[in-house]
C-alpha cells in the first residue's frame, strides 16, 4: 500500500521528519495552530534519499521545512498554497516548471515569478494592507506586485484580496476567464474591454453606474457570470433607477424580493447572483 494523501495539524518535528521522509506522496496539507511555535533547525537527519513527488502543498507557515518541501519537490509541484504571512519564498518557487495554482501573499517578490507557467493565481492582502490606500500607495509599496501584473502574460484565472492598480494593462487581460476583486473601480470599468476572453466575474461591492454601463455584448463578449456578492438588502443597487434602465433589456420582469438571474438575448448571456453577506 502507498500512502498518497497526508493532512497533519500537529507541528512536531518527529512527525513533520517522517513526512518529509515519505516516498511517493503527492498531496500533503499542514495546518498548524501558529502560536508559540519552535520552528525546527534541519540537521543532516533531515537529508534522505527521498526523491519529488508532491503534486500539491498546503501550508500555512514560512519556516525551514517548508523551505525542505519545496527544494526536494520543486520538479513536480503543481498546485501550492501557502498561508503564511511572513513572506514568499520565490527563489524556490521559480524553479517549479510544472506549477500551475499558486495561493499566496502579495509580496514585491511575486515579481520572479513573472515567466513562470502559473494560469490560476490566489492573491492575499498583505497584513499591513488597509483598504483605504490609494493607487499610489499601493504602486509604491507593492511595485514589484504592480510589474508582475504588467508583465505576466500567462494568467488565466484571478482571485484579488485587494485592489492592483492598472490591471486592465496587464498581459494577462486579453486572456483571463475567471477574475474575483474585492471591488470594480472606475479605472478598472473604463478597461474592461480589455478583458475580451472574460467569462465570470465576482466583486464583492455593488458595482457602479459606470461599472455596468461598461458591460456589453461588444465590451464582454465572453461574459456568461457576473457574481455579486453584497451586504445588507439582496439587491440594493438594483433600486437605482439608472441601473434598472441599464439592465431592463435582459430582465424578464423588475426586480423583487428573490435574487434576480437574467437571460441576455442573443449570444450575450448574463447571469446576476446576487448573495447577502448578514
Same mark, same amino acid.
Given at each position: 500500500?502507498?500512502?498518497?494523501?497526508?493532512?497533519?495539524?500537529?507541528?512536531?518535528?518527529? !512527525?513533520?521528519?517522517?513526512?518529509?521522509?515519505?516516498?511517493? $506522496?503527492?498531496? *500533503?496539507?499542514?495546518? #498548524?495552530? /501558529?502560536? %508559540? +511555535?519552535?520552528?525546527?533547525?534541519?540537521?543532516?537527519?533531515?537529508?534522505?534519499?527521498?526523491?519529488?513527488?508532491?503534486?500539491?502543498?498546503?501550508?500555512?507557515?514560512?519556516?525551514?521545512?517548508?523551505?525542505?518541501?519545496?527544494?526536494?519537490?520543486?520538479?513536480?509541484?503543481?498546485?501550492?498554497?501557502?498561508?503564511?504571512?511572513?513572506?514568499?519564498?520565490?527563489?524556490?518557487?521559480?524553479?517549479?516548471?510544472?506549477?500551475?495554482?499558486?495561493?499566496?501573499?502579495?509580496?514585491?517578490?511575486?515579481?520572479?515569478?513573472?515567466?513562470?507557467?502559473?494560469?490560476?493565481?490566489?492573491?492575499?492582502?498583505?497584513?499591513?494592507?488597509?483598504?483605504?490606500?490609494?493607487?499610489?500607495?499601493?504602486?509604491?509599496?507593492?511595485?514589484? !506586485?504592480?510589474?508582475?501584473?504588467?508583465?505576466?502574460?500567462? $494568467?488565466?484565472? *484571478?482571485?484579488?484580496? #485587494?485592489? /492592483?492598480? %492598472? +490591471?486592465?494593462?496587464?498581459?494577462?487581460?486579453?486572456?483571463?476567464?475567471?477574475?474575483?476583486?474585492?471591488?470594480?473601480?472606475?479605472?478598472?470599468?473604463?478597461?474592461?474591454?480589455?478583458?475580451?476572453?472574460?467569462?465570470?466575474?465576482?466583486?464583492?461591492?455593488?458595482?457602479?453606474?459606470?461599472?455596468?454601463?461598461?458591460?456589453?455584448?461588444?465590451?464582454?463578449?465572453?461574459?456568461?457570470?457576473?457574481?455579486?456578492?453584497?451586504?445588507?438588502?439582496?439587491?440594493?443597487?438594483?433600486?437605482?433607477?439608472?441601473?434598472?434602465?441599464?439592465?431592463?433589456?435582459?430582465?424578464?420582469?423588475?426586480?423583487?424580493?428573490?435574487?434576480?438571474?437574467?437571460?441576455?438575448?442573443?449570444?450575450?448571456?448574463?447571469?446576476?447572483?446576487?448573495?447577502?453577506?448578514?
Amino acid at each position: 500500500m502507498v500512502l498518497k494523501h497526508l493532512e497533519s495539524t500537529e507541528y512536531d518535528v518527529s !512527525v513533520l521528519r517522517l513526512v518529509s521522509s515519505i516516498p511517493d $506522496l503527492t498531496h *500533503l496539507t499542514c495546518s #498548524f495552530p /501558529v502560536r %508559540s +511555535l519552535t520552528l525546527p533547525v534541519l540537521d543532516s537527519s533531515w537529508d534522505l534519499e527521498v526523491g519529488p513527488s508532491l503534486k500539491l502543498l498546503d501550508y500555512n507557515l514560512v519556516d525551514a521545512v517548508l523551505e525542505l518541501l519545496l527544494k526536494r519537490h520543486a520538479p513536480t509541484l503543481e498546485d501550492l498554497s501557502l498561508r503564511g504571512t511572513a513572506g514568499l519564498p520565490a527563489s524556490y518557487i521559480v524553479r517549479m516548471p510544472r506549477l500551475r495554482s499558486l495561493e499566496c501573499v502579495g509580496d514585491n517578490s511575486l515579481f520572479e515569478l513573472r515567466s513562470s507557467p502559473l494560469d490560476t493565481l490566489y492573491l492575499r492582502a498583505p497584513e499591513w494592507m488597509q483598504k483605504s490606500f490609494s493607487k499610489k500607495e499601493v504602486e509604491s509599496l507593492l511595485p514589484g !506586485v504592480v510589474e508582475f501584473f504588467r508583465i505576466a502574460s500567462q $494568467l488565466r484565472v *484571478l482571485y484579488l484580496d #485587494f485592489h /492592483v492598480p %492598472s +490591471l486592465a494593462e496587464s498581459a494577462s487581460a486579453c486572456l483571463l476567464k475567471t477574475l474575483n476583486v474585492p471591488d470594480v473601480p472606475d479605472e478598472l470599468a473604463a478597461g474592461l474591454h480589455k478583458f475580451t476572453s472574460l467569462r465570470t466575474l465576482t466583486t464583492s461591492t455593488a458595482p457602479s453606474y459606470i461599472f455596468l454601463r461598461a458591460v456589453s455584448p461588444k465590451s464582454t463578449p465572453c461574459l456568461t457570470r457576473l457574481e455579486v456578492i453584497a451586504a445588507g438588502c439582496r439587491h440594493a443597487f438594483l433600486h437605482n433607477a439608472a441601473i434598472q434602465d441599464v439592465l431592463f433589456p435582459w430582465w424578464p420582469g423588475r426586480p423583487g424580493s428573490r435574487p434576480v438571474r437574467c437571460q441576455p438575448r442573443g449570444q450575450f448571456r448574463l447571469r446576476l447572483t446576487l448573495t447577502s453577506l448578514t
